[in-house]
């Protein structure tokens, strides 16, 4: 588009409410963020309003928008292939699944493409199912593995419930951290508690009818939730003493959000399946990824892997996330996210001490959330899956102070790219500052 044809914010907003639906929310109410370009840590509007992107947009970004490095990357690859039909072979294709290979923990080795995190969820459990000729899968309540029709239903959390009923031999399980953390105050009690529970389910469901279990390794948009101490390893072995695959998604937590490659690192364990997304182009281009360890891969060596689509091994997805690998490596991207989580942490904590409606916040690596509290009980701001005018007033002010993130049930998330600055971050966590402001009138005491 020419200088002379620029289009504004309002005609941007109003064409694309008229003609293009938005996810998750009906289309009427929606109010959408005009964005004409972005570079680094910030996003801008068609009328120059400069937006910091306290979120990686969908947690995504992870090194920050508009790399020259990728983009160079990108237009080499457009002028070389585009597209060949997923029979064949190519230099990008052979590059990531010998890098992956290198980069993944243990011996996940072997790598199917995708468009996508949902559909390598998909992937997965169609390997796992597979594999282990088994059908039944375990996920969590708290929990989102995609918006497709099976990773809608391996989702536990209420955007699940409009898509029901959907595919069979979903058994969802309680979290170890229950969204009333009510299991004990102790890890170690907390992992022994529900480890037993899990075990006991199992016993339930019948082992050998389960598959796989799927869990996000940090928990994402339902809480930014850690494993608690041990938990990770005993459910490793749990499922092993079964013969029950293990699948991690790391759509959100990988490639380097948690401050490790992948978050299964913190607890030293592999899984069976890991899959990825996001991060992995830090979504410059879609593509995603199902990673199986070698056990696996020997099998569909010998045996057809039913399944497939058009855009498998997609040329410019793979170069743009080869691309998107230097960057990280060379930029130092994962050890960023390690050094500032100290920072985040130091900033969370003083929110609480200045704002009676700031329950706490964590953080693992730049993977952050911070709680809101409507009395000094600890009762949320808003309810689960439900809004508040608190919460209403928080989200308004963000954006009147050109910070964008999201604001999700009585939580806001504080996810920025893994190139943030230690200045920049505080500067963030400053503005974070004053929108509290608006909260305090609905403090009740």
């Known amino acids: 588009m020419s200088n002379t044809s620029k289009m504004g914010s309002e005609e941007m907003i109003r064409l694309c409410k008229e003609h293009t639906m938005y996810t998750w929310a009906a289309n009427d109410a929606v109010s959408p963020l005009p964005v004409e370009r972005a570079e680094g840590i910030y996003l801008y509007t068609p009328d120059g309003e400069r937006i910091l992107d306290f ?5 995504s970004v992870n090194i920050g928008h508009g790399h020259p490095h990728v983009r160079a990357a990108m237009k080499a690859q457009i002028d070389q292939l585009l597209y060949a039909y997923p029979g064949t072979a190519t230099e990008p294709r052979a590059r990531l699944g010998q890098k992956l290979a290198s980069l993944v923990p243990g011996d996940i080795d072997t790598f199917f493409f995708t468009l996508g995190g949902a559909e390598a969820n998909e992937n997965a459990i169609r390997a796992a199912r597979l594999y282990t000729g088994r059908s039944k899968i375990l996920s969590r309540y708290r929990s989102y593995h995609g918006g497709t029709n099976l990773t809608m239903q391996l989702t536990g959390d209420p955007r699940r419930w409009a898509n029901e009923p959907g595919s ?108 990825m997304a996001k991060g992995l182009t830090s979504s410059y281009a879609p593509l995603g990824a199902m990673g199986v360890r070698r056990k696996i891969a020997d099998h569909f060596a010998k045996n057809v892997f039913w399944g497939g689509l058009t855009y498998n091994s997609h ?131």
């Open 168 to 275: 069979p031999g979903i058994v969802r399980v309680m979290d170890p951290w229950p969204y009333t953390f009510s299991w004990a105050e102790d890890e170690a009690e907390i992992t022994a508690r529900h480890l037993t529970y899990l075990e006991e389910v199992i016993q339930y469901e019948g082992p050998n009818t389960i598959a796989a279990m799927i869990i996000e390794t940090v928990t994402g948009t339902n809480g930014i939730l850690r494993p608690p101490a041990g938990w990770l390893q005993g459910l490793r072995a749990l499922l092993d003493k079964y013969g029950i695959l293990l699948i991690c998604d790391e759509v959100m937590a990988g490639f380097g959000r948690t401050g490790k490659w992948f978050a299964f690192e913190h607890s030293e364990i592999v899984p069976d399946i890991v899959t």
């Open 55 to 59: 979120n990686s947009q969908l947690m």
């Open 315 to 445: 040329a410019l997805g793979l170069a743009t996330a080869l691309a998107v690998i230097e960057v990280m490596e060379n930029e130092d991207l994962v050890g960023n996210a390690a050094r500032l989580e100290a920072v985040m942490r130091q900033e969370m904590a003083k929110l609480a001490e200045r704002h009676p409606t700031v329950r706490g916040g964590r953080a693992i690596g730049l993977f952050g959330m911070v709680d809101l509290q409507k009395n000094s009980k600890g009762e949320p701001l808003a309810p689960y899956n439900g809004a508040s005018p608190a919460m209403a007033a928080l989200g308004k002010r963000f954006r009147e102070l050109s910070l964008f993130t999201f604001v999700r049930w009585g939580s806001f998330m504080c996810n920025p790219p893994l190139c943030i600055t230690e200045d920049e971050l505080r500067g963030a966590f400053a503005i974070v500052d004053e929108a509290l402001l608006v909260t305090h009138p609905y403090f009740e005491g």
